[in-house]
Each structure stands twice: as C-alpha cells, then as structure tokens.
C-alpha cells in the first residue's frame, strides 16, 4: 500500500512505526508522554526530530500534538485531527482541522519540513489551475488528507 490514511485524535505505537518506516527514520524512541522519530539526511547534512504526543495537555483541553525541532526550526500542530503517510511520496502530512481552517504540517524521507496554516478548507478542492502559485502549492500539499477531514461542515463558517 503507497497511502495510508488515518483519522482521529490518537496515535499508536504502530503508527508510529509506521510514520518511521515511510520517513526511513535513523532512530524511534517511546517516551511516556510521546513517540520521538529522528530522520537524518547525511547528503544535505539535514536532521530533524519529529515529536507525537498522542495527547497531552493543551490550555483547558487535550489533544494531540506534532512537533518538528530542526537546528533553526521549531514547528508545532496543536489538535491534530489526522495524518496521512504516503510511501510513494515517502512523506507524512498531519492535519489539525478547525472552524473551516486547515493547518497542516509535512515531514518528508530527506528530514525537510513544510507547515501550512490557516488555509480555507474549500482551497483543497478548488481548481488548482485557477491560483497563484504561491496559493497552488498550500492546497496541493494538504489535499492528501481531503479524505479524512470530518464529513460535517464546520456550523462556524
């Protein structure tokens, strides 16, 4: 299977393995409160430290949360709703879906990273050919997860 997709709130240990595999990580550890995968790109002489926590505290409510430390990077993705790990991109997109707004954080095999945030949700579906680029590449990027994005409308839009 090139494409897996999963949504909801946890994460298991097999996920993680799993999110390791895809990313050809060089390390996973199991932490009490988290999973942490570390990928390593000697070519480029690149290394991130991808963090799961399967849920935690958040101000006055759980859920999950992504984190993505790089050596000038520190990315977070609070209320990760889903995640999608493609083995033919060899790349992991994570998803936090909230009032009609899409955030997305993407980790890929070569330890580089991309974040999306705050993007419109009816920008996953639009025609691609009818943005700018600079727009173009945000939808591109999270439209893997259009299937695991809740069925319901958020009433707040």
Known sequence: MSEQKHSGKTFSKSDAENIANVLHASKISEEPDRFRIKIVNEEDKRSLSLEIF???????????????????????????????VSEELGEVTFIAESSGRLSGIVVEQGASCSLYAALDRELISSDFTQLGVEVMLSGVALSLAEDILSDKKDSDE
């Not at 101000?59 to 609070?78: A, D, E, M, P």
């Open 54 to 84: 399967p849920e935690t505290e958040l101000g006055k409510s759980r859920g999950s949360l992504i984190v993505v430390y790089t050596g000038n990077s520190h990315l977070q993705l609070h209320n990760c709703t889903g995640f999608v």
